[in-house]
Nanobody
Framework: EVELVESGGGLVQAGGSLRLSCSVAGFTLHDYAIGWVRQAPGKEREGVACISGRDSRTYYPDSVNGRFTISLDKRENTVYLEMASLKPEDTAVYYC?????????????????WGQGTQVTVSS
């Protein structure tokens, strides 16, 4: 059974940093694209990072490029999202998501498996 469990969310001041973790089970990271998707109240889901389990290629949209870093630890079956220079507009529920593919994922609807989400709140 595929399972993704996020942790590490919380409250941080603008300009601060947070690291989110996604512990995965039930599949091999090598065969999957794993990403982080956020959803703010009243807004659509937005993919903020994706990493290929095969070769660690990454994708970031312009809204977070240079501030967010995704990485994975295959031995720990964990995917991380390092977030720096956080802004109030980064406030959202952050989900870890995965799909079996060699390609990077840009659109959230392409993910097949989802975690339960973790809240990130950035105060001004």
């Amino acid at each position: 059974e595929v399972e993704l469990v996020e942790s590490g969310g919380g409250l941080v001041q603008a300009g601060g940093s947070l690291r989110l973790s996604c512990s995965v089970a039930g599949f091999t990271l090598h065969d999957y694209a794993i990403g982080w998707v956020r959803q703010a109240p009243g807004k659509e889901r937005e993919g903020v990072a994706c990493i290929s389990g095969r070769d660690s290629r990454t994708y970031y949209p312009d809204s977070v490029n240079g501030r967010f870093t995704i990485s994975l630890d295959k031995r720990e079956n964990t995917v991380y999202l390092e977030m720096a220079s956080l802004k109030p507009e980064d406030t959202a529920v952050y989900y870890c998501a995965a799909v079996q593919t060699e390609f990077l994922i840009i659109l959230p609807f392409r993910y097949e498996y989802w975690g339960q989400g973790t809240q990130v709140t950035v105060s001004s």
